[in-house]
């Protein structure tokens, strides 16, 4: 096999195992069918199954401030042997329960009494009726979400969240998508991001 083919091989490779992005930094024009009630967090009754998904988390720098902004990237792997769908949407929800996904994301920390924090997150949407708000993940597919959010901590609790004596804090990034009729699935959970969080002077 020549060098040239080799190199094409692999970068078909490549662009398959990213081909599915969305970014939630680029405005959305307009939002459609907007309104609707959101499932709970929590609302229903039984889990589904955890999701065969592995995610990776990727923050834009090493140090940040409490309270500013923060540009993350979310991957998430397929390791089963079936499809999946998620919500793919920032923009659309829908009332009907039995065509609604959602999924809400979250990043968070532990403080020095080892207290977990929400720092951020997102939710997505979609519906399963309408193929444009959704992702069907094929196995050994691997989709990326880019984030904009900020450190929003409590006053109060800032002194714990931020880094003390060079310590950095560990970040991850978690997951729960519902199903239809609001059923969630296990939390998904990243691998921790160690960084440095400062309070604002």
């Avoid at 959010?149 to 991850?172: L, S």
Wanted: glycine share 8%; net charge negative.
């Amino acid at each position: 096999m020549s060098a040239v083919v080799l190199a094409t091989i692999l970068l078909a490779a490549s662009l398959r195992a990213e081909q599915h992005v969305l970014d939630l930094t680029v405005p959305v024009a307009a939002q459609l069918d907007g309104g609707g009630e959101g499932c709970a967090i929590g609302e229903s009754g039984t889990k589904d199954a955890d999701l065969p998904v592995e995610m990776g988390l990727a923050l834009d720098r090493a140090s940040y401030f409490l309270g500013g902004y923060v540009v993350y990237d979310v991957t998430l792997k397929h390791r089963g042997t079936r499809s999946v769908t998620l919500p793919w949407a920032a923009w659309r929800r829908v009332s009907d329960p039995s065509s609604k996904l959602e999924a809400a994301l979250s990043l968070f920390t532990s403080d020095d009494l080892g207290k977990q924090r929400h720092l951020t997150g997102a939710m997505l949407y979609g519906d399963t009726r309408a193929p444009e708000t959704t992702l069907v993940l094929q196995p050994g597919e691997t989709a990326r979400i880019r984030v904009p959010g900020v450190f929003n901590v409590p006053q109060q609790d800032a002194n714990r969240v931020a880094t003390v004596d060079g310590i950095e804090r560990e970040i991850r990034a978690t997951m729960i998508v519902s199903v239809a009729h609001c059923e969630w699935s296990a939390p998904i959970i990243s691998q921790a991001v160690s960084v440095t969080m400062r309070r604002n002077p």
